[in-house]
């Protein structure tokens, strides 16, 4: 399994991180990959490197470097502007998981990816800033649950 990520540039929740490493758990993706972004792009980096060093970590770089990390993986793709990059990575993938800052404040680059993903049909897993555990929410029918309930 190819999983996407993407996340606020300031960074992962405890809870977050957390609900992080349970998606990793159940689904032990063959693949990850992220945009190259400080904050909680460089976090999820971190744990995937740590705990499955088999993963192997694809980047996806903006062409902006102001706020990129500099992550190094196995692959490093082009890089590209932070729409394109944003849909090669749903493009790639079979799942996202998106760590948004705020659940009430739906702007931004991380929202945009979660909603391109919805539009696609793609499994999306989004990481609640303070809510235990994850809620998977299918793009194609708007349901969502309790990722430690569920399966």
Not at 23 to 43: I, K, S, T
């Amino acid at each position: 399994m190819k999983i996407g990520f993407r996340g606020t540039r300031d960074g992962m929740t405890g809870q977050q991180k957390e609900a992080l490493r349970q998606v990793l758990a159940e689904y032990r993706p063959d693949e990850f990959h992220h945009g190259d972004f400080v904050g909680a792009d460089a976090e999820a980096h971190e744990i995937v490197r740590r705990a499955y060093s088999g993963t192997r970590i694809v980047i996806h770089p903006p062409i902006k470097k102001t706020l990129r990390a500099f992550c190094q993986g196995d692959e490093l793709r082009p890089a590209r502007g932070y729409i394109a990059r944003n849909r090669d990575i749903v493009g790639t993938c079979d799942m996202l998981v998106a760590a948004p800052k705020s659940m009430e404040e739906q702007l931004g680059g991380t929202w945009a990816v979660i909603r391109y993903a919805r539009i696609r049909g793609m499994t999306t897993v989004v990481l609640h800033p303070e809510a235990e555990g994850a809620r998977a929410e299918l793009a194609n029918d708007g349901a969502g649950g309790d990722l430690r309930r569920s399966r």
